[in-house]
């Protein structure tokens, strides 16, 4: 659980939430993460897929088109 995403959404709750702000939240997500790198994947490629998927999380959540 990350307070400081709940933070910086907490604000968008009440109004429409843009596309860059699920980008920027996302972002905000994996600052605060530390993963290793294994046969699976690399910590990068797991950081990176982190983002997208929290970002298309919340674009479907909010129903926003973005990919």
Known sequence: R???I????VDY???AL???V???AAHLAVQDLS???DSRG???YRLEMTRVV??????ALFSLDQK
């Not at 929290?54 to 674009?59: D, N």
């Open 2 to 4: 990350s307070l400081d």
């Open 6 to 9: 709940e933070d910086f959404l």
């Open 13 to 15: 709750f009440q109004t």
């Open 18 to 20: 843009a596309p860059d």
């Open 22 to 24: 699920c980008a920027e």
């Open 35 to 37: 993963t290793i790198s």
């Open 42 to 44: 690399s910590a990068e």
């Open 54 to 59: 929290l970002r298309r999380a919340l674009s």
